[in-house]
């Protein structure tokens, strides 16, 4: 029941979210003739664009499968990882800064059999993948895109690129280096400490428990170094086709002056823009770093279409069909809970 609320309240934010922000973007807006330009699009470019959606999320799940495989759990299949992968979205999208995502993954995996060492290793490793190609393009888009980053999206821009940074820092700290990341453990105990947190020795005895895990991943990847190479080729793939969005988005409207290579680099600017501001999906500053990157592309009468569109395929679409996949597997884990005996239930709970 807790868990519940707190997934209704975390829906009931992300809709006030939602509603503030196309209020503020919209209201000075001419309503019909965005939607006469979202009914006049091309659909087959649309269709393109959900395409792409769909296979992003699919190499994702390729990923998570190619390294719990390996890690000893051969029985998941690629339609259970595809399931993971809509759950991580729809979790990380209503939650801020993603945060729910990979917990509820590795719940959920945890309920299919899948060992909690497996899965966070598989989580540990699709996230460090996806941070270095994330990064890395939108720092190469910079170089040759960067004039199109105006006001205060520069400074957005830097705190993203600067806080994912970070973020990757400590991730490749923490698999790579036990020494360093056993000083960072030993500094937040004696922070800890210092402030008379309650339950410290749990909390303790939970950041020794990260540490091993990270360990664990190291000593992996060590081992794999092939399998993080194709990790990171595979993620490039899902990366570009996820940048192409825009540009189907562009088509669908009607525009051709603009090549396919300039929109994934655009797009890359505006994911690492975007993705440092702590706010559930990124809501309101996507929909608005949007209209301000590619305000020079799409004219003034087709950026708010253009936005619609593109952030209904890339974002709002799937936390639909990602929210359905949710709610089956939540029916389907009761169903399975009244026919287990009591004591398999409270222990798949812990």
């Known amino acids: 029941m807790k868990k519940t609320r707190k997934i209704i309240f975390n829906l009931i934010f992300f809709f006030i979210l939602i509603d503030v922000t196309f209020y503020v973007l919209l209201k000075d807006q001419n309503i019909f003739d965005i939607f006469n330009l979202m009914l006049s699009s091309n659909k087959a470019f649309v269709l393109i664009a959900v395409f792409c959606m769909l296979l992003y999320l699919t190499l994702e799940g390729v990923n998570m499968r190619r390294t719990l495989r390996i890690s000893g759990n051969e029985q998941v299949s690629l339609a259970n990882t595809l399931k993971y992968s809509f759950i991580g979205f729809f979790f990380s999208a ?17 309920r299919d059999g899948v060992s909690a060492s497996g899965s966070t290793l598989a989580l540990l490793m699709n996230l460090c993948s996806f941070q270095i190609i994330t990064i890395s393009m939108a720092l ?12 205060g999206m520069i400074a957005l821009f830097v705190i993203g690129i600067a806080l994912n940074s970070t973020a990757l820092a400590l991730l490749i700290i923490g698999i790579f280096s036990r020494r360093i990341s056993k000083w960072f453990v030993n500094f937040a105990i004696k922070v800890l400490k210092k402030f008379k947190v309650k339950n410290i020795e749990a909390k303790i005895d939970k950041l020794n428990n990260e540490l091993d895990k990270y360990q664990a991943t190291s000593k992996y990847i060590k081992q794999n170094k092939n399998v993080m ?9 899902q990366i570009v086709i996820y940048y192409t969005i825009p540009y189907w988005v562009y088509r ?36 608005s770093g949007f209209m301000n990157i590619f305000k020079q592309i799409f004219t003034a009468e087709t950026i708010s279409g253009a936005m619609l569109i593109n952030r209904g395929v890339s974002f709002y679409l799937f936390v639909i069909i990602s929210g359905i996949v949710v709610v089956f597997n939540m029916f389907k884990s009761k169903k399975e809970d009244k026919n287990k005996p009591k004591e398999e239930v409270v222990a798949d709970e812990t």
Do not use: C, D, R
């Open 252 to 287: 669908a409207i009607g525009f051709n002056n603009v090549n396919i290579v300039k929109m994934i680099g655009l797009q890359a600017m505006l994911y690492a823009t975007v993705s440092g501001i702590p706010l559930p999906g990124a809501v309101g500053v996507s929909e």
């Open 229 to 237: 190479w194709k990790m990171l080729l595979t993620t490039f793939i």
């Open 94 to 110: 209503i939650t801020p800064a993603a945060s729910g995502g990979q917990p509820m993954q590795i719940y959920y995996m945890h």
């Open 140 to 151: 190469f888009s910079l170089v040759f895109l960067g004039h199109y980053l105006q006001g």
